[in-house]
C-alpha cells in the first residue's frame, strides 16, 4: 500500500532534513541564455525553481508571454534584471523622467506578473566591464577577467551602454540621481509588491572612464539603505564583486543582513583592480562560510550562479552566461545548501 504524501513526510526520522525544506529555504534561481524551452526544461530537471529575464520592452503583453513560457517548463520568474531603461536616470540628462514613468510602468506590469524583484545597478556609461573574455581557468575553460592597466581595451557586456554619452560624472551627480531615483520608484514599488535591489559596481572603482562609481564598498551600500527605510530598497549581494573589494564575504553577508534580498553567487581571484572569474568551488572565498552566512540571516530569497566559465562546446557562447558551466554552478550550490541545513 503507498503512502500519501504527508504521511510520506512524517515517516522521515526526525533527525532527516527533508529535501523540500532545504531547497524551499532558498530559490534556486537561473538566467537561461539561450532562451529555448529546452533550457527551461534542463533547469527545471536539475532542481532549479525560478529564473531571471532580461527587461523585454514596454508593455505587459511581453511579460505575460514570457511567464507563460516559463511556467509551463515548471518554474517561475524571480526577478528582472538587464537592459533596464535606466541609463539616461543615472546620467541625470533630459530623459530621466522619460525613464522614471517607463520604470514605474515596469513595476506595475511586474505586479500584474507576479514578479518580485528588479535587479539594477548605477555604474553610468559602461555597465559591467572586462578586459579579458578568455581567461583560461581549470581545464582550459574560459573565464572573464579584468586589468585596470588595460582600461582602454575594456568591453562593456551591456547592451543598454555601449553607445552611451562621454560626458564625466561625478560621485555627487550619482548620488543626487540615485536619490531621485529612489524617491520617485520605491513608492511605487512598495505598492506594487516588488523589490528593488541594488547591485554593486563591478569593478567597484572610484572611477572608471571618466566617470564616478559609488556603489563600491560596504559603507555605500550601508548609505544606500540610509536613503530609504522602505522595504522596497534592498540589496543584491554579488559575492564576486564583493570579494572584489577585499572583503570578508560571511562576514559582510552579516553584517548587511535583512537587507540581502537578492544574491548572485560567484567567485574571483585578485583585486578590484586585476581579477579574473573562477569556477564556483575554486576560488578563494569558503563558499561554505557564505552559505551558511545567508542561513544565518534568515535569507530565503533568489540565489543565482553568476558569470560561469565557458566549457568546452560552448565557446562561441555569451561569456559568463553559458550553461553547461552553470549545471556544474548549481550542483555545488545544491551540496552546499544541503550541507548547511544539516550542520
Known sequence: MQLGLQEKRDSFPANFIRPEYWKQNMQLTSVVTPFTDDNLKLLSQIGVTHVTIRYPGPGLEMLQAIKTR?????????????????????????R?????????????????AGIP???YNFMAGTDWVRTELKAPE?????????????????????ETTRDQESAPVTAEELWTN???????????????GVTLAMHPDDPPLDTFMGKARIMNSVESFERLM??????????????GTFAEMGVDIPATIE?????????????????????????????PTDMFAAVKAYQNIGFTGPIRPDHVPQLVGEEA???????????HAFGYLQGLIEGAQKC
Open 178 to 192: 540615485l536619490k531621485r531615483f529612489l524617491q520617485e520608484l520605491l513608492p511605487v514599488a512598495e505598492a506594487c
Open 226 to 239: 540610509e536613503l530609504s527605510s522602505s522595504p522596497a530598497n534592498g540589496i543584491c549581494f554579488c559575492q
Open 96 to 112: 530621466f523622467d522619460e525613464e522614471i514613468a517607463e520604470m514605474k510602468s515596469l513595476l506595475q506590469n511586474m505586479q500584474q
Open 117 to 119: 524583484f528588479v535587479c
Open 138 to 158: 581549470r581545464g582550459g575553460a574560459f573565464v572573464t577577467g579584468f586589468d585596470l592597466e588595460q582600461a582602454e581595451q575594456a568591453v562593456s557586456l551591456s
Open 70 to 94: 516559463v511556467t509551463a517548463c515548471g518554474l517561475q520568474i524571480a526577478a528582472i534584471e538587464g537592459y533596464l531603461p535606466i541609463e539616461n536616470i543615472k546620467l541625470g540628462n533630459e
Open 255 to 283: 553584517r548587511l543582513g535583512s537587507h540581502i534580498r537578492y544574491v548572485h553567487f560567484r567567485d574571483i581571484r585578485g583585486t578590484r583592480e586585476r581579477f579574473v572569474e573562477t569556477f564556483h568551488d575554486n576560488g
Open 317 to 327: 557562447g555569451e561569456p559568463g552566461y553559458t550553461m553547461l558551466g552553470r549545471l
